[in-house]
């Protein structure tokens, strides 16, 4: 069976409000994550393999956490972890019927509040060639 991408992300990465490096790095992520979305990787780790600084991955990743494309679980004291995970919506699987499964899971979790929304922009149409696109976060 083919792995298959989540379209909610990998549809509109062109119009998320980070920088190109950001998706760059977002692509590193996608491809270093689990189906499903767990990253099993500290960020030091991706640091090195990435050939940048920990403060670098730092500056990456935190504009994707704004979003919550990138999720920083909490530890049982309540404090935010040291691992990220992908949102499930974000996130690969193995295939179709795996993210239709996780992609229902993620509503009922996100209607219940155990989940964030992701933070993407609303659009209509795609962006004008030229110009600067004026998109806003939904």
Not at 67 to 74: A, D, E, F, T
């Amino acid at each position: 069976m083919a792995e298959v991408m989540s379209p909610v992300v990998s549809e509109r990465i062109w119009a998320l409000p980070v920088s190109g490096a950001s998706v760059k790095f977002l692509q590193y992520l996608l491809y270093r994550s689990e189906f499903g979305g767990r990253l099993p990787i500290r960020q030091k780790d991706m640091a090195r393999e990435y050939r940048v600084t920990p403060q670098a991955v730092s500056n990456l990743i935190a504009p994707l956490c704004e979003l919550n494309i990138v999720l920083r679980p909490q530890n049982e004291d309540g404090g935010k972890g040291n691992s990220y995970r992908l949102h499930p919506l974000a996130a690969k699987y193995a295939g179709l019927e795996e993210m239709e499964s996780a992609f229902r899971a993620a509503i009922t979790s996100i209607k219940t509040g155990t989940l964030p929304h992701l933070k993407l922009p609303a659009y209509a149409a795609v962006p004008p060639a030229e110009g600067r696109p004026d998109l806003q976060v939904a």
